[in-house]
């Protein structure tokens, strides 16, 4: 089963070929990129967009342009390809690349996108609960690292590419492949206009 | 056969056009209602809507032409400009159709595209000709020399006329978007009643903003009793403004640039006092005065194509 797979949740969008569980190639660039890289990855992979069986997509949580970005192009792909999909959390691509580490995305206003019980979670990083020695991941753990090291979790050096989402990572996880349309972005935060007229 | 997509603001919507600019589908999922608690258009809300209606309604205008995509030569899609936000979810959607396809991909300039719209079947307009672009976001004057061809004669220094009668429209409680609904509310009031002055700006340019204020002060000073009373004849005189304000400039542009035929074009062209005011006017059919992919598509037969893989990096603008 011919696999892309791809995020564009944080700021490195990742993309990858997979065949069968073997990476046959993988690129890092920009979200305005990812279909620049797609096509490289095919060309990579000596493989025609018709020779794809399936597409794996990150859905974040991340930056919201971002994800829609990779929704829309999976979207695009799955309606002239008739190809179905799956969509993978950001947070759990990046806890499979770095077992046993936490993952932290950047969600900007100086919060952060983790999982909290195993669960996804939009909170301030002072307010993370974290038990000394545990590795952080992620741009937020990247961002915020000053902080999290005074926690006594431990971050990575910057350019470690444990921080990224990889996307080979989002093909070993994706399951229950079907209509891509289905596939619904995970953004964590209303608008904050819809915040607005709630109050 | 062109595939149009159009998500630079609050419409989602895909066209298939013909080479010759017939029109076989044009579908529209307009997002107003989903706007309208917020008083104003929700780049956040807009651009999540967008995701979720822009492979629906490109699937739609398939099926109503009777066409699959093995039917489409070429992609158009708006790259500018808009909410950017909104017009990434349709570049990238654009994107990867072209892409899967190995079909080439126009991108379109939304201005173009209005303009555009004058040039679909059953009955084109050809160039030269001064055009007014009025809409929520714009307004223009443009000398349109040929196909994709144009000069910049003037433009608003403040609101957009569409902006000033949602604004309007607003300030009598007509809710949002209140264009439409002064519209007809002008209908039954007086336009002479209130004398409400539009700044007369150098050059060809316009300034809305004074006349809003000017409408702020006359609805302050009444009670609710009032305003009921006199609400269609506010409308009315308010409306009459802007449209004055509109027509002379029109009239002004087209004997400086030395043209005969003026057309009008944008989601003000459906106003129909102005449609009134210029009877010998080309103005667009109603169903492409507002955003559309038609009008998209329509561009894209006087845009210069980007083959493949030359538009896999392309970016949108938000404004030029
Ligand atoms: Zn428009």
Known sequence: MLILAFDTATEAATSALVDDGEVLAERVS?????????????????AHPRDLDALAVGVGPGSFTGVRIGLAAARGLALALDVSGAGVSTLAALAAGAPGALPVVDARRREIFTLADGEPAVLAPEALDLDPGTVCVGDGARRYRELLEEKGAEVPPDGDERHLPRARFHAA???????????????LRVPDAEQAVKR | MILGIETSCDETAAALVTGEGEIRASVVSS???????????????????????????IREALSEAGATLDDVDRVAVTQGPGLIGALLVGLAAAKAVAWARRLPLVPVDHLNGHVASLYLQPDPLEPPFLCLLASGGHTMLLDVRGHGEHELLGTTLDDAAGEAFDKGARLLGLGYPGGRELDRLARDGDPKAYAFPVARVPGLDFSFSGLKTALLYAVRDLTPEELEARKADLAASY?????????????????????????????????????????????????????????????????????YPGYLGLDAYASR
């Open chain 1, 30 to 46: 920009r979200a305005q990129t990812l279909l620049e890289d797609v096509d490289a990855l095919l060309r990579q992979g000596g």
């Open chain 1, 173 to 187: 996880l994706a399951r229950d492949f079907g209509p891509v349309e289905l596939v619904e972005p995970l953004y």
């Open chain 2, 31 to 57: 997002q107003a209602d989903l706007h309208a608690r917020y008083g104003g258009v929700v780049p956040e809300v807009a651009s999540r809507r967008h995701l979720e209606l822009v492979t629906p309604v």
């Open chain 2, 239 to 307: 409306q009459h403004a802007i449209v004055r304000a509109l027509v002379e400039r029109v009239r002004e542009a087209a004997a400086q640039a030395g043209r005969e035929t003026i057309a009008v074009v944008g989601g003000v062209a459906a106003n129909s006092e102005l449609r009134a005011s210029l009877p010998d006017a080309r103005l667009a059919p109603l169903a492409l005065c507002t955003d559309n992919a038609a009008m998209i598509a329509s561009a894209a037969r006087f845009t210069p194509a980007v083959a």
